[in-house]
């Protein structure tokens, strides 16, 4: 079975996906004016004002979802793992990968706005790649085969967060506290059930609140643990740019050679962490209450950042400036070892890198911060796959009529998830990371390449907004204005207005 992952893993990541990741980011870039630079005021703007109502959160509480889903064990144990393959130079092609992909994300979670729908059990927002592919293709030749690559999407999304990704999350928890305190990893599984199980069922507004309280706490203090090591280490600071820069153009004679990999491990650990084209963060998006599309776009776009350039950047720090690391050929750790740093023997690839980095600073603490930050990164990953599972379980549900047939299918979810937290956290970090790597790659080949073809609303939204911007406007949208079908929650919101005489022409 785990040579079976292997291979299915290899097909997937092949280099084509690299190429199409790193394409795609670079065509948003450019079709958008590099909206990632030059909209930061309106992201930032729009994270501090956004609205929330009975059916939708605020933006703030989507972007933590989101942010949930993205700062987890990618992270840490990520990044790790990909300084270990790639060698130093894999994380400035993570920030390559979070620069190209904050414009990706901007499409794909602006059109799950457009395309977003009142759920009929709750009456919360729900949507997202299978809802926007399916209206989108709705109202064109293609319809039949939009309904089916929808369909397609749904169950892939659920299979990975439902399955494949939370057992990564669930393994690096449990390696980490047993690293740690050497607490037996069944132990870290049953609690990790048990906390989840009390969250997961007060559904969406229940995760939103508990990420919203968490995320910027963990991270803020993840940050500034790194901040601290930075301080102690400040000789090594240029040293440590100079290396990631050297060796991501293959001119550290130390990693040479190992361009490929840089390239390869960077984009996949980039997309693992940040997300951006892998179809998750649109989920999110779409529970917002926005007046426009761009605005969550634009927040959605903000999180990328967060994700990659601030919190992979300190774990790359604390690992290279400690010199905690080691390099493997053939990118794998049965491989030669091509560098071997300060690290002492026996400490896996994963979050010993950045414990015994964290250690050098302060002894016998080190371990515990890190373990006590991956265990709270990586719970919040699991509610936010939660989350997507569920929007995706709603979308098919939408074709089961029996009310009680759909409320027994959310349980099975459920139990589902639970079931891959507990074997995720006794498995061995390879197959989960193998299993984890299989969902990422296909539902981005997936998604990347329905939001190449529909990706004309998304940029209508942009240019709509900006022109409302400039006139002194609070954008709202009108897609009947704009030529977008399909959009029947934005159309009904209008027709409310100018009933309610609160509509006024843009």
Same mark, same amino acid.
């Given at each position: ?23 795609? !980011? ?32 605020? &933006? ?5 979802? &989101? ?34 992909? &904050? ?48 369909? %397609? ?36 599984? %049953? ?11 007060? /559904? ?9 309280? +968490? ?17 102690? =280490? ?7 740019? /100079? ?13 040479? !050679? ?45 999180? +990328? ?31 030669? +070892? ?20 964290? =250690? ?5 603490? /080190? ?30 549900? #939408? ?19 639970? +079931? ?20 990422? !790659? ?42 977008? #079908? ?21």
């Amino acid at each position: 079975m785990e040579g079976f992952i292997d291979t299915l893993n290899g097909l997937i990541w092949s280099n084509w996906l690299v190429y199409l990741c790193l394409g795609a !980011g670079a065509y948003f870039t450019i079709v958008t004016l590099f909206l990632q630079i030059r909209c930061i005021p309106d992201m930032l703007k729009q994270i501090v004002q956004g609205e929330k109502s009975e059916s939708g959160i605020s &933006s703030f509480q989507s972007l933590m979802i &989101s942010l949930a889903g993205r700062v987890g064990v990618g992270n840490v144990a990520g990044v790790a793992t990909a300084i270990a393959f790639g060698g130093p130079g894999a994380v400035f092609w993570m920030w390559v990968m979070a620069l190209l992909g &904050s414009a990706t994300s901007f499409v794909e979670c602006t059109l799950a706005q457009i395309y977003k729908e009142k759920d009929r059990d709750t009456g919360e927002y729900r949507g997202g790649p299978a809802f926007y592919i399916e209206r989108a293709g709705a109202h064109t030749r293609a319809r039949t085969f939009a309904l089916v690559y929808a369909v %397609i999407f749904a169950v892939c999304m659920i299979l990975a967060t439902s399955y494949f990704l939370p057992g990564i999350q669930a393994n690096g928890v449990a390696a980490a506290v047993n690293n740690a305190w050497a607490v037996p990893t069944w132990v870290s599984a %049953i609690v990790m059930v048990a906390l989840l199980g009390v969250i997961i069922i007060g /559904g969406v507004k229940r995760i939103a609140t508990f990420a919203s309280l +968490v995320v910027p706490v963990m991270a803020v203090f993840y940050i500034l643990a790194s901040i601290w090591i930075m301080l102690a =280490n400040v000789n090594e600071i240029p040293e440590v740019f /100079g290396l990631i820069f050297r060796s991501a153009f293959d001119r550290e004679a130390m990693f040479s !050679g190992m361009l490929g990999a840089a390239i390869m491990w960077g984009v996949k650990r980039g997309i693992y962490s940040n997300e951006a084209g892998q179809g998750t963060g649109p989920q999110s998006a779409a529970a917002a209450e926005v007046s426009h599309p761009a605005k969550q776009g634009f927040v959605q776009a903000f999180a +990328v950042y967060v994700d990659t350039l601030f919190v992979c950047s300190a774990t790359a720090f604390i690992i290279i400036s400690t010199d905690m690391y080691k390099v493997f050929e053939d990118q794998s750790e049965d491989g030669a +070892v091509r560098y071997a740093g300060s690290l002492a023997d026996g400490i896996a690839v994963g979050p010993g890198f950045v414990q015994e980095g964290m =250690n050098t600073v302060a002894p016998g603490v /080190g371990p515990s911060f890190v373990a006590l930050a991956i265990a709270f990164f990586a719970f919040t990953t699991v509610l936010a796959y939660y989350y997507l599972a569920e929007v995706n379980f709603a979308y098919l549900n #939408r074709w089961v009529h029996n009310d009680t047939a759909r409320r027994a299918m959310i349980w099975v979810l459920r139990a589902l998830i639970l +079931v891959s937290v507990f074997v995720g956290a006794t498995t061995t970090p390879g197959t989960a990371w193998a299993l984890g790597d299989i969902g990422v !790659g296909t539902t981005a080949w997936l998604n990347i390449l329905a939001i190449l073809v529909i990706q004309g609303p998304a940029l209508k939204c942009l240019w709509d907004y900006r022109r409302q911007k400039k006139a002194g406007l609070d954008p709202q949208f009108d897609p009947e204005a704009l030529g977008i #079908r399909g959009a029947d929650f934005w159309e009904q919101r209008k027709r409310d207005m100018v009933a309610a005489g609160t509509w006024q022409a843009r």
